[in-house]
C-alpha cells in the first residue's frame, strides 16, 4: 500500500479529488491533513469517512514538526498539495496569512519531503526513487491577458494580486527544488474552477445563494471581467494524470475551454434557476412582478486590481498525458446547481 498526502483535502477541489482518487487507485491509502480554515468542511468528505484506506489529520502544513511526525507515522510517498488560502479579496485586506500558508507551508512540504526522501540532492533513498511533490497552482500566477492570447505554460508569471503572488512565489520554491535539489515535482495550474462542494463566498456559489434568498446579486464593475471556467471533476482528472504521468519538473496548464464574463456567468446561472426552482415557487421573492432571477443582479464597486481576462491553453497536458474536458459547462452548471438547491432547501 502507498500512502499519499493530500493537504487541504477538505476544501472545495481537494473534497472532489479524494474519493476519484480512491476510487481510482485500490493500492493506495490517502492521509489527508487539513487545518479546517472556514473553508474546509469534512461533510465534504461524509462519502469515504470510512473508508479503509482514508484518513483525516486536523493540522496546519506550517507546523514542521507535525509535518515531519505525518511523513514518518505514515511512510509518506507522495505529495498532492491543495492546501491554500485562495480568495483574491482576502488576501487584499489580510496579505500576511496568504504569505504564511500558500509560501510558508509550501515551503516546509517540500523542504520535509526532500529529507524524507533524499539523502542528498539528486540522491534519493532506495526506496523512495518514484516519489512525488505535485502543486497545485491557479492560471492567476500569469497576470492578466488582453482581448487575445491565451496562458501557456511558457507565459511569465506576473501575478497582480497578493493571492496571485503568494501562488507564484510557492510554484517558483517547487522549481527550485526540481532544479537544485532534484526532487520529483509537477505544477498544474488550472483555471477557474466551479461544481459542488464549493465555499459560498466564490462567484457561482454566491450567486446561487443569493437568488434563492431574494437577495441582490453582486457583480463587479460592469461584469466584463473574463474567466475560463473548468469543471471541478474534470480538474480532479488532470491531476491524476499530471501526478502519475507528468515529466519532473514540467507544468502543466489544466483549462476548461470556457470563456464567460462574469455577467454571462450569472445570466447562466439565473437562467436554469429559473427553470429548476422557479421564482413563482420562491417565497423569498417578495416582488410579485419579478420574472427571473436576473432582475436580482446588480453592479458593485470593482475589486482593486481586478484582472481582466484568463484564459488557458490547455495542449500540453491534452498531447502529453490524454487530458481533455469531458463536462460540458451548462451540463456541469447543472450538476452544481442541482448539489446547492439540495443543500440550500433541505
Excluded at 294 to 305: A, C, H, Q
Aim: charged share 20%; net charge negative; with cysteine.
Amino acid at each position: 500500500m502507498t500512502n499519499i498526502l493530500v493537504t487541504g483535502g477538505a476544501g472545495f477541489i481537494g473534497s472532489n479529488f479524494i474519493p476519484y482518487f480512491l476510487e481510482q487507485h485500490k493500492d493506495i491509502q490517502i492521509i489527508n491533513l487539513d487545518v479546517l480554515t472556514y473553508a474546509g468542511n469534512l461533510k465534504n468528505l461524509h462519502i469515504v469517512e470510512s473508508h479503509p484506506r482514508y484518513k483525516f489529520i486536523k493540522g496546519n502544513i506550517c507546523d514542521r514538526t507535525l509535518v515531519e511526525n505525518v511523513f514518518s507515522e505514515f511512510d509518506i510517498q507522495g505529495v498532492v498539495h491543495f492546501a491554500a488560502e485562495s480568495h483574491v479579496d482576502n488576501s487584499i485586506e489580510d496579505p500576511g496569512t496568504f504569505i504564511e500558508t500558500n509560501v510558508n507551508g509550501t515551503f516546509t512540504l517540500l523542504d520535509v519531503a526532500y529529507r524524507y526522501w533524499m539523502h542528498s540532492p539528486f540522491q534519493y533513498k532506495i526506496n523512495y526513487k518514484n516519489c512525488r511533490f505535485h502543486q497545485i497552482s491557479t492560471d492567476e500566477v500569469y497576470g492578466t491577458l488582453g482581448k487575445d492570447g491565451l496562458f501557456s505554460e511558457d507565459t511569465a508569471y506576473a501575478p497582480n494580486s497578493p493571492y496571485s503572488a503568494s501562488k507564484a512565489s510557492a510554484d517558483m520554491i517547487v522549481r527550485s527544488y526540481n532544479h537544485t535539489y532534484g526532487l520529483h515535482t509537477v505544477i498544474t495550474n488550472c483555471s477557474n474552477n466551479y461544481g459542488p462542494k464549493q465555499h459560498s463566498e466564490k462567484l457561482i456559489p454566491t450567486i446561487i445563494r443569493n437568488a434563492l434568498s431574494g437577495k441582490m446579486i453582486p457583480i463587479y464593475g460592469n461584469g466584463s471581467n473574463i474567466r475560463d471556467w473548468l469543471y471541478v471533476m474534470d480538474h480532479c482528472k488532470g491531476v491524476d494524470l499530471a501526478f502519475f504521468y507528468g515529466k519532473s519538473g514540467e507544468i502543466y496548464n489544466i483549462g476548461g475551454g470556457n470563456e464567460k464574463t462574469n455577467l454571462e456567468i450569472a445570466y447562466a446561472v439565473c437562467n436554469q434557476l429559473d427553470e429548476m426552482y422557479p421564482i413563482t415557487l420562491n417565497k423569498n421573492i417578495q416582488s410579485k412582478k419579478m420574472t427571473s432571477y436576473k432582475e436580482l443582479i446588480s453592479f458593485v464597486e470593482d475589486r482593486p486590481g481586478h484582472d481582466q481576462r484568463y484564459a488557458i491553453d490547455a495542449r500540453k497536458i491534452s498531447v502529453e498525458l490524454g487530458w481533455y474536458v469531458e463536462e460540458s459547462f451548462e451540463a456541469g452548471l447543472t450538476k452544481t446547481i442541482e448539489w446547492y438547491l439540495k443543500k440550500l432547501l433541505t
